[in-house]
């Protein structure tokens, strides 16, 4: 069933993940989801924060909801291929389910949580209601949908002063197994006064495979929590990613996010960061590369409702091919909000002349005692600087490397981990068809 014919009403090839043992305002949370997809449907070009993205070659797929079941191809190898190995503790899904096989849950400091939404839900799902309790399609309605379908993901409680050192791996992966499946994975994160870590989200896939996965991440930081979050992108070209990452910040809390989007047919990345404690901070980094046919989306909203409360955004996106990029950055600042230091940036790079990117900062502000900035910056490569590399013997694409690396260095600079930021060079070195030795040491 395409998840076209499911926005017509609740049928029975999408039905609410009820459980017997689940409390009843779960059920229902599930079910009034699904209603509100059903009567609603699924966005489109007139919704301002789809327009630039059409959804028609996904919604005509024929979905199966992924089942724990599902996912028989996966090897150990594979996973260690598409997430680079961090130490520490590492949680791996397959198709939206946790896998004990491929997991690694050793080494966790006292006053820290790691575990899993499903054993969550079986053990004491009362923690879970505010998660599950907004009104259905208050966001969107893939959001809703999650709602509806969630059964797992990973659950982690930082209790207050609890400072976790090594990051916490989350792997998503997905094995279609030539039945298209869409996955619904949900992680909530909790972050008491005081406490500190770092979290890894890695999506990938079985190449050529054709699935969608639409995850959520929930984030809620008390007074002085940090958390510095991480999220790789790397599905199959022959895949969909729709994911939504929702944070609440509470006093003097510090939230930084940066994000790396490689793969997917169509590939949306949401980000709604509430401020509602004064002093909090956040910050978002973000770096896309589509290719080829790909239609990668940023979406960023920033709400600052609290005094004193700052926000920075630098989101660059290097295109090739037909590919579409698009930024979406929206900064609100409420009435009150005295004090706000806000700046949001995206800069673009085309390498061809067919790829296409779209890009719309907004500021709405509401008060008057802020300092608040955006632009943006659409180009193509520098033929003046390209042609100063071959006057010095430098073969053509080596050039255009050296070009792209100085582009999106500055993103690379900002990965603090430092396997991590290795991927990534070696991802910028090798997209175009550069050579490796672009890497930096």
Same mark, same amino acid.
């Given at each position: *069933? #395409?998840?076209?014919?499911?926005?017509?009403?609740?049928?029975?090839?999408?039905?609410?993940?009820?459980?017997?043992?689940?409390?009843?305002?779960?059920?229902?949370?599930?079910?009034?989801?699904?209603?509100?997809?059903?009567? &609603?449907?699924?966005?489109?070009?007139?919704?301002?924060?789809?327009?630039?993205?059409?959804?028609?070659?996904?919604?005509?797929?024929?979905? %199966?909801?992924?089942?724990?079941?599902?996912?028989?191809?996966?090897?150990?190898?594979? =996973?260690?291929?598409?997430?680079?190995?961090?130490?520490?503790?590492?949680?791996?899904?397959?198709?939206?389910?946790?896998?004990?096989?491929?997991?690694?849950?050793?080494?966790?400091? %006292?006053?820290?949580?790691?575990?899993?939404?499903? %054993?969550?839900?079986?053990?004491?799902?009362?923690?879970?209601?505010?998660?599950?309790?907004?009104?259905?399609?208050?966001?969107?309605?893939?959001?809703?949908?999650?709602?509806?379908?969630?059964?797992?993901?990973?659950?982690?409680?930082?209790?207050?002063?609890? =400072?976790?050192?090594?990051?916490?791996?989350?792997?998503?992966?997905?094995?279609?197994?030539?039945?298209?499946?869409?996955?619904?994975?949900?992680?909530?994160?909790?972050?008491?006064?005081?406490?500190?870590?770092?979290?890894?989200?890695?999506?990938?896939?079985?190449?050529?495979?054709?699935?969608? #996965?639409?995850?959520?991440?929930?984030?809620?930081?008390?007074?002085?929590?940090?958390?510095?979050?991480?999220?790789?992108?790397?599905?199959?070209?022959?895949?969909?990613?729709?994911?939504?990452?929702?944070?609440?910040?509470?006093?003097?809390?510090?939230?930084?996010?940066?994000?790396?989007?490689?793969?997917?047919?169509?590939?949306?990345?949401?980000?709604?960061?509430? @401020?509602?404690?004064?002093?909090?901070?956040?910050?978002?980094?973000?770096?896309?590369?589509?290719?080829?046919?790909?239609? &990668?989306?940023?979406?960023?909203?920033?709400? &600052?409702?609290?005094?004193?409360?700052?926000?920075?955004?630098?989101?660059?996106?290097?295109?090739?091919?037909?590919?579409?990029?698009?930024?979406?950055?929206?900064?609100?600042?409420?009435?009150? %909000?005295?004090?706000?230091?806000?700046?949001?940036?995206?800069?673009?790079?085309?390498?061809?002349?067919?790829?296409?990117?779209? #890009?719309?900062?907004?500021?709405?502000?509401?008060?008057?005692?802020?300092?608040?900035?955006?632009?943006?910056?659409?180009?193509? *490569?520098?033929?003046?600087?390209? *042609?100063?590399?071959?006057?010095?013997?430098?073969?053509?694409?080596?050039?255009?490397?050296?070009?792209?690396?100085?582009?999106?260095?500055?993103?690379?600079?900002?990965?603090?981990?430092?396997?991590?930021?290795?991927? @990534?060079?070696?991802?910028?070195?090798?997209?175009?068809?550069?050579?490796? &030795?672009?890497?930096?040491?």
């Amino acid at each position: *069933m #395409t998840l076209q014919r499911a926005a017509g009403g609740v049928l029975a090839g999408f039905e609410p993940r009820l459980g017997t043992r689940d409390p009843a305002w779960l059920n229902d949370a599930r079910v009034d989801a699904l209603q509100w997809v059903g009567e &609603h449907g699924f966005p489109t070009h007139k919704n301002e924060d789809w327009k630039y993205t059409g959804l028609a070659p996904l919604l005509a797929v024929p979905f %199966a909801a992924a089942t724990v079941a599902s996912g028989s191809r996966v090897t150990a190898e594979m =996973i260690d291929a598409a997430a680079v190995d961090l130490g520490g503790l590492r949680l791996v899904f397959i198709n939206g389910h946790y896998s004990a096989q491929f997991s690694r849950l050793t080494g966790l400091p %006292a006053g820290a949580v790691v575990t899993t939404l499903a %054993a969550v839900l079986a053990a004491g799902p009362d923690r879970l209601e505010p998660f599950f309790a907004h009104t259905p399609g208050a966001r969107h309605a893939f959001a809703a949908f999650n709602d509806a379908l969630a059964e797992d993901g990973a659950f982690i409680h930082l209790t207050a002063g609890a =400072i976790v050192d090594e990051p916490i791996q989350l792997v998503f992966f997905s094995d279609a197994g030539g039945v298209p499946l869409i996955s619904s994975p949900r992680s909530v994160l909790i972050a008491d006064p005081g406490s500190r870590a770092t979290i890894v989200e890695t999506y990938a896939g079985i190449e050529a495979d054709v699935y969608c #996965t639409n995850a959520v991440t929930e984030v809620v930081l008390a007074e002085d929590a940090q958390i510095e979050h991480y999220k790789v992108q790397n599905e199959p070209v022959t895949a969909f990613h729709v994911a939504l990452l929702s944070v609440r910040q509470g006093r003097g809390s510090r939230f930084s996010s940066r994000s790396i989007m490689l793969g997917g047919a169509i590939a949306r990345h949401e980000v709604r960061v509430l @401020l509602d404690g004064v002093g909090a901070e956040v910050s978002l980094d973000g770096i896309y590369l589509p290719r080829g046919d790909q239609l &990668h989306d940023n979406t960023i909203f920033v709400d &600052h409702a609290a005094t004193d409360c700052t926000s920075h955004q630098l989101y660059k996106g290097v295109l090739d091919g037909r590919s579409h990029g698009v930024f979406n950055g929206h900064i609100m600042v409420r009435h009150g %909000a005295d004090g706000t230091d806000a700046n949001q940036k995206n800069k673009n790079l085309l390498l061809s002349d067919r790829a296409e990117v779209d #890009t719309r900062p907004r500021l709405e502000i509401y008060t008057d005692d802020v300092k608040c900035t955006h632009g943006a910056a659409v180009g193509q *490569m520098d033929d003046e600087a390209l *042609m100063y590399l071959r006057a010095r013997a430098i073969p053509l694409e080596e050039a255009r490397g050296l070009l792209i690396y100085a582009f999106v260095h500055e993103m690379v600079d900002r990965i603090d981990l430092l396997p991590l930021r290795a991927q @990534l060079e070696r991802v910028v070195a090798g997209r175009f068809g550069n050579d490796a &030795h672009l890497v930096a040491s």
